[in-house]
Structures are given as C-alpha cells and as structure tokens.
C-alpha cells in the first residue's frame, strides 16, 4: 500500500515540476506580435442571424441586443443545448416538412 502512496504521488507532482520548465511564448507575452493578423470584422454564414435566433420570436427582445457586437467569439446561445423539457427554443425538434 505504501508503494502504491508514492508512485501516486509522484505522478501527481511530476506534471507540477514540469509546468515550470515550458518557455513561455515571447519575450512580452503581454503584447501582440509585430506582424500578427488582425481581425477587422466578423467572418459570419449567411445563416448566422437565423442560427443566433433559432426558437426566438419577433420582435426580438432587447436583451439579445448584445447579438450585434458578438464578433467571432465562441457562444453557447446560437448551438443547441439541452434536450428535453429545458429546450424552449426547439432545437431538438425534427424539422418540419415544407
């Protein structure tokens, strides 16, 4: 039981020793890179305003506002979420035939 104590503990303290030993990326990580790309606008689909309000109905509330300044940020408000009785805007529903 004893050995199994210090081979845990020395796979637990192993990856803590080695964090201190990675280089970190720059001389000034706090600052962007001379060079590096920068975004001047959003890259939406086509579809990103009916995506971003799949199950919202018109008129849209004012507090989906904050839509229009999104940017290309990751948001879990236009990906389908949970099933059942906690998807109130539809997600998981089949589509409907046309």
């Known amino acids: 039981m004893r050995v199994l104590g210090v081979?845990?503990?020395?796979?637990?303290?192993?990856?803590?020793?080695?964090?201190g030993s990675y280089p970190v990326a720059g001389l000034t990580p706090g600052e962007r890179p001379a060079g590096a790309p920068v975004i001047r606008e959003p890259a939406r689909a086509r579809d990103w305003e009916a995506v971003f309000f799949k199950g919202v109905t018109k008129p849209y509330p004012a507090s989906l506002s904050w839509s229009k300044d999104q940017g290309s940020w990751y948001t879990p408000f236009n990906h389908?979420?949970?099933?059942?009785?906690?998807?109130?805007?539809?997600?998981?529903?089949?589509?409907?035939?046309?």
């Open 7 to 19: 081979v845990l503990s020395a796979l637990l303290v192993s990856p803590v020793m080695a964090a």
């Open 80 to 98: 389908a979420g949970m099933i059942g009785p906690y998807d109130i805007r539809g997600w998981h529903k089949p589509a409907k035939a046309r």
